[in-house]
T-cell receptor, first 114, second 113 residues
Framework: QQQVKQSPQSLIVQKGGISIINCAYE??????FPWYQQFPGKGPALLIA?????SEKKEGRFTISFNKSAKQFSLHIMDSQPGDSATYFC?????????????FGTGTRLQVTL | ETGVTQTPRHLVMGMTNKKSLKCEQH?????MYWYKQSAKKPLELMFV???????ENNSVPSRFSPECPNSSHLFLHLHTLQPEDSALYLC????????????FGPGTRLTVT
């Protein structure tokens, strides 16, 4: 019930291309879905987040698409740049009880090549 | 970048050693967290403190002993660790223990030999 499954494990995209990372969750109590970006030697940092009352959220080149019925959400990075090379984690969180703590996916290592 | 600091950044210890990890947050937050990050695994929440009181222990072995003397400082005391405890240990803080954004430190890379 607490799992968040993330794919792919690693991704190589050419500069200017679109990077897509997918996540699926099981816990229907989750109502907050953040994405974190982690560079080598740094801790994860919040990148963008969505709540299930909307199907899409866009911030600059980063977009979250959310499908509540399928319990899936994805991160799209448009016009990917070498500076986007990092590990990306999706997560889910609910309001109360055991669901109130962030449950993370396993991470996707993105490499953007020139 | 400097909101949550962790020391040391790297630590190598033998299985019989005793060492401590330190975390300090400069954000005025009231909640602090310890996470374990291992390769190809989700971040694992270990402990949560809110206003210096432990609110969550996620079935962590007793060889890991947390201490939170005040809302700005968090320690993780380590003793008789196992090689499988080698990982990146991340500290985080948030305004409160609940639906607040968590800010992570850079982590301590621990190797147990």
């Amino acid at each position: 019930q607490q799992q968040v499954k993330q794919s792919p494990q690693s991704l190589i995209v050419q500069k200017g291309g679109i990077s897509i990372i997918n996540c699926a969750y099981e816990n229907t109590a989750f109502d907050y879905f953040p994405w974190y970006q982690q560079f080598p030697g740094k801790g994860p940092a919040l990148l963008i987040a969505i709540r299930p009352d909307v199907s899409e959220k866009k911030e600059g080149r980063f977009t979250i698409s959310f499908n509540k019925s399928a319990k899936q959400f994805s991160l799209h990075i448009m016009d990917s740049q070498p500076g986007d090379s990092a590990t990306y984690f999706c997560a889910g969180r609910g309001n109360a009880g055991t669901a109130s703590k962030l449950t993370f996916g396993t991470g996707t290592r993105l490499q953007v090549t020139l | 970048e400097t909101g949550v600091t962790q020391t040391p950044r790297h630590l190598v210890m033998g299985m019989t050693n005793k060492k401590s990890l330190k975390c300090e947050q400069h954000l005025g937050h009231n909640a602090m967290y310890w996470y374990k990050q291992s390769a190809k695994k989700p971040l694992e929440l270990m402990f949560v403190y809110n206003f210096k009181e432990q609110t969550e222990n996620n079935s962590v072995p007793s060889r890991f002993s947390p201490e939170c003397p005040n809302s700005s400082h968090l320690f993780l005391h380590l003793h008789t660790l196992q090689p499988e405890d080698s990982a990146l240990y991340l500290c985080a803080s948030s305004q409160g223990d609940g639906n607040y954004e968590q800010y992570f430190g850079p982590g301590t890379r621990l190797t147990v030999t």
